[in-house]
């Protein structure tokens, strides 16, 4: 069972607020990335890493940034939310093989 | 321009009868294939894979098909149950692409009792 937690699961925000979306796993897993999905869209890589300092932009442009400081924690940051922001964010990790382990998403809804 | 295509949006099935999800893809590169189910307001759980050197994998219910020639696979899943009602995700993986996945759009699938 793939161990990957995010946190907060549903957030509400006004426009210009600092969020910080948190997510961690367990598994020891090197490479971590985030993923943002509209309904009825596919999965857009947003951001990934390999490693701890070591962080790359994704297939979409996003306004967000992440930071991987340890290996378990990979955050992503957005430091003035504005409602074209509103999306569900996934978090996913993976280690020597191929597969992706993502965690329980973040619904985030920005007014 | 899209490298995994998922043209169905939706797919209906009775219980106990086979559901069939269909995936095209344009590059060539990809060395597996991924498929993944996901529920509202949850993160996408891992379902099966193939390797592109096979036409074929098995994990109980469930069946990936994959057609090189075509640019095709299929997940089947046999016998349907209305838990089986998600959105189903293809994914291809290429060893030169960074680790990155590729998906497709989804297909909601929808088992009826």
């Known amino acids: 069972e793939a161990d990957i937690y995010q946190t907060p699961r549903y957030l509400v925000i006004g426009t210009g607020k600092k969020i910080t979306l948190e997510c961690s796993q367990t598994?020891?897993?090197?490479?971590m990335y985030w993923y943002q999905q509209d309904p009825g869209m596919e999965l857009h890589l947003i951001h990934y890493s390999y490693g701890v300092n070591s962080t790359e932009k994704g297939d979409l442009s996003s306004e967000s940034t992440v930071s991987r400081i340890r290996t378990e924690h990979f955050p992503l940051t957005l430091e003035s939310a504005r409602p074209s922001h509103t999306s569900q964010y996934l978090c996913?990790?993976?280690?020597?093989?191929?597969?992706?382990?993502f965690g329980p998403g973040t619904r985030l809804t920005v007014t | 321009d899209q490298q995994v295509k998922q043209n169905s949006p939706s797919l209906s099935v009775q219980e106990g009868r086979i559901s069939i999800l269909n995936c095209d893809y344009t590059?060539?590169?990809?060395?597996?294939f991924l498929w993944y189910k996901k529920y509202p307001a949850e993160g996408p759980t891992f379902l099966i894979s193939?390797?592109?050197?096979?036409d074929k994998n098995e994990d109980g219910r469930f069946t990936v098909f994959l057609n090189k020639s075509a640019k095709h696979l299929s997940l089947h899943i046999v016998p349907s149950q209305p838990g089986d009602s998600a959105v189903y995700f293809c994914?291809?993986?290429?060893?030169?692409?960074?680790?990155?996945?590729?998906f497709g759009k989804g297909t909601l699938l929808t088992v009826n009792p």
């Open positions: 590059n060539s590169m990809f060395d597996y």
């Open positions: 996913a990790s993976s280690g020597q093989a191929y597969e992706q382990y």
């Open positions: 193939i390797s592109s050197i096979k």
């Open positions: 598994m020891g897993h090197d490479k």
């Open positions: 994914a291809g993986y290429s060893g030169g692409s960074n680790y990155k996945l590729t």
